[in-house]
């Protein structure tokens, strides 16, 4: 393979995947290294109803590997334990071409444009690490345009009253509304509510050359029979391979990123699985991007530790992995004595964002939307009430008569991150390499389980002024929270003292290193992040490809 | 495998098809969901170890209560004896394993024909079946096509 590049991005995600076809379009060569494979529907499209990346009991199908891959979780009582991918507090985020787009549910999300402001409209709690963003709606607005023209969303345009202003509208129509919007609808409206059809990336028209979407409702966690979701693997990889400019390795491992005595950043070090025998190689280029999701792309920099850099890159300031946060999930079942389920997928047809902002005594909110197609095993693991017994009649007679009359609301947070829920090196526990694996501590600032239990009693009364006979569901706890929307960890700002980049993804201190995933978000919206992630890209992709 | 060796296993498939007993739709027993049980068992040692010891239990509490085993019991006093034992964990651990095995897609081998998906009304939607694709090596038995 060839061994020296302009560009390198490590991680084809969300975000690695646009830059890499933005700077091959601009000419340039890349190399795209992704440490998953690819994955297709005829390959890796079976429905293993409980090992998938939505619920991962017994494995997950979209990597990474359950063996060799390690973090260590620090509970706040201070207890460790050691954790594989697919349990419970590893916080992971799918190893795969295209990464979590190729399993995600494409909620396709502009964030409002207070979201891009908290600290200046709430004040910033103390212990809180909450702040502006070092720029505003009006700066992503057109990239957010480009992502949903390009990826490729469906929605409703003009529905959401508190959305930014908008140039063109969604490519494509909403999806469908069903008889569980209608229910959820009568609910808003006798609330005085605004209420709308979320926004996906998936064809609901045949577009691109690929098909409309076919209803499977098994969207999360599973690669579409359909291709109708648009992921970066099926939009906007074709469109960097197409260029002849850019090299995709997949299977692939960075275990660090070079740099020479003065310590300029010259390339990364890889692993990769060459006919089954691992080959470490040096690759060089005149730029680095990681993109490896908000654990990941810290611990890269922490592990590329050097005698100019004894901490790891861009962590002068120890801002490196500080801020992980990820999305509160408050979310109530609500019981109807009539059939409101519909069996055509995706399933999400209803949101608000009336309680994103404005709410008295809390800061901030999220928004808030009925749920996925639940498959059987999800229903029976989350919607049960938790004084049923979990066996007998009640149980077989809550799922026969239930699957089909129980509804969910539920909504991200956003968050008001602390510094103290962090991504560190651990000291002892070593990966399939023999390289320090990720040290997950901390808990999300209070203030966000205050704003959570508010979101918790919005989603309740939506639920009972819909006509749910009981409502049910789990109060939030303070925790740590990252997982696929996990973010924050390389924020972004105005000065290197309080961040780890510019506002273009720059890794302070080096012309040639830059983030472009999550990591950057100084705060993550009360919204699924991924079309905020797109967008950034979108943004940052073009400056880097004018740079090189 | 041969899991009708173990004494228990008699205590074990009554137990679970008190877990999901059949009604006017099948239960865990008529899907064969006791062997995605008997398969996850074999995989988890732990969980298997406090299993049998629980079930064990069962068959002392039946003969004690009713002097016969468990699986000799009626309907009736073997719901009054797992319900002694509800709050334990490892009867929980079995119950959740049952429901796993019941309402998954068949290839996990414990909802034959996808029948528990009819029963509460889930429709899949896939062209190739319940499963999806499924590379051919994979497939089991009586797997749905």
Same mark, same amino acid.
């Given at each position: ?82 954790v594989r991918p ?7 985020n799918?190893?795969? #071409?295209?990464?979590?787009?190729? #399993? ?25 690490s909450? +702040?502006?963003?070092?720029i ?44 569980s ?29 690929r ?17 109708? $979701? ?12 197409? +260029?002849?400019?850019c ?7 960075? +275990? ?22 691992r ?10 991007v ?45 019981w ?11 399933? #999400? ?12 005594g ?21 919607a ?13 007679d ?9 509804l969910?609301? $539920? ?34 600032h ?30 939030? #706890? ?22 780890v ?12 290193l ?10 993550n ?6 079309? +905020? ?16 | ?30 899907l ?13 040692a ?18 004690t ?10 309907a ?43 029963m ?14 499924m ?11």
């Amino acid at each position: 393979m060839r061994l020296d590049y302009d560009c390198i991005v490590v991680g084809a995600g969300a975000a690695g995947t646009i830059i890499a076809a933005l700077v091959a379009e601009a000419g340039k060569r890349v190399l795209l290294i992704e440490r998953g494979r690819e994955m297709s529907y005829a390959a890796d499209g079976r429905r293993d109803h409980l090992r998938n990346q939505r619920l991962s009991q017994h494995g997950h199908n979209a990597g990474p590997d359950i063996d060799g891959n390690p973090r260590v979780v620090v509970a706040p009582d201070g207890t460790e334990r050691v954790v594989r991918p697919h349990e419970p507090g590893y916080h992971n985020n799918a190893a795969a #071409v295209g990464s979590g787009t190729v #399993v995600y549910g494409a909620q396709a999300w502009r964030f409002l444009p207070d979201d891009f402001r908290m600290a200046s409209r709430y004040g910033t709690p103390q212990g809180s690490s909450l +702040t502006d963003w070092p720029i505003g709606y009006a700066d992503l607005a057109p990239f957010y345009e480009q992502a949903e023209q390009q990826v490729g969303a469906a929605g409703d345009s003009h529905g959401n009253r508190h959305q930014g202003a908008r140039g063109a509208d969604y490519p494509m129509p909403p999806v469908p509304q069903h008889k569980s919007a209608a229910a959820l609808q009568q609910g808003a409206a006798a609330l005085g509510m605004n209420s709308f059809t979320p926004p996906l990336l998936i064809n609901t028209i045949p577009r691109a050359g690929r098909g409309a979407c076919i209803g499977c409702g098994s969207c999360v966690g599973f690669p579409c029979p359909s291709n109708a $979701k648009n992921g970066t693997q099926n939009t906007m990889l074709p469109r960097a391979l197409a +260029t002849g400019n850019c090299q995709l390795l997949p299977n692939a491992m960075v +275990t660090a990123i070079d740099t020479d005595a003065s310590g300029k950043v010259t390339g990364v070090t890889l692993v990769a699985d060459e006919g089954g025998a691992r080959q470490s190689r040096s690759v060089t280029a005149r730029m680095v991007v990681v993109s490896g999701g908000a654990i990941e792309t810290a611990r890269l920099l922490l592990l590329s530790r050097s005698a100019m850099h004894p901490d790891g890159l861009g962590n002068a300031h120890g801002q490196v992995g500080r801020h992980l946060q990820g999305h509160y999930y408050p979310s109530v079942y609500g019981w109807f004595d009539q059939d409101v389920h519909d069996d055509e997928g995706p399933g #999400v047809t209803i949101a608000t964002t009336d309680f994103n902002h404005g709410n008295d005594g809390v800061v901030g909110g999220g928004m808030l939307a009925d749920d996925f197609i639940m498959l059987p095993a999800i229903f029976w693991k989350s919607a049960l009430p938790a004084d049923l017994p979990r066996w007998g009649r009640p149980a077989k007679d809550f799922m026969r008569d239930g699957y089909r009359r129980v509804l969910s609301i $539920k909504g991200p947070v956003h968050e008001i991150p602390s510094p103290d829920a962090r991504v560190s090196l651990d000291g002892r526990v070593t990966d399939r390499f023999g390289l320090p694996v990720v040290r997950l501590s901390g808990t999300t600032h209070p203030e966000t389980v205050r704003t959570a239990s508010f979101m918790f009693e919005r989603a309740h009364d939506w639920m009972a002024a819909s006509g749910a006979t009981r409502v049910w569901g789990r109060a939030p #706890v303070l925790q740590l929270s990252a997982g696929q929307h996990q973010a924050g960890t390389c924020r972004m700002g105005d000065a290197p003292e309080g961040s780890v980049t510019d506002q273009w993804g720059r890794v302070w201190g080096h012309d040639n290193l830059f983030v472009s995933d999550a990591s950057l978000h100084p705060t993550n919206g009360g919204f699924n992040p991924v079309l +905020t992630i797109m967008a950034l890209a979108f943004r940052n992709g073009a400056h880097m490809a004018s740079n090189l | 495998m041969d899991d009708t060796a173990k004494p228990a296993t008699a205590t074990l498939l009554a137990v679970i098809d008190r877990i999901i007993p059949a009604d006017q739709d099948p239960g865990a027993l008529d899907l064969g969901t006791d062997h995605y049980v008997m398969a996850q068992l074999s995989s988890q040692a732990g969980l298997a170890a406090s299993v049998w010891a629980g079930l064990a239990q069962l068959d002392d509490l039946a003969d004690t209560r009713f002097n016969a085993v468990f699986a000799k019991l009626t309907a009736e006093q073997q719901d009054a004896l797992i319900a002694l034992h509800q709050q334990a964990d490892w009867f929980a651990a079995l119950a959740e394993l049952t429901a796993e095995g019941f309402y998954a897609d068949p290839a996990n081998s414990g909802n034959r024909d996808a029948l528990s998906w009819r029963m509460i009304g889930y429709q899949h939607r896939l062209p190739e079946g319940p499963n999806g694709p499924m590379p051919k090596a994979d497939m089991e038995p009586g797997d749905a096509p």
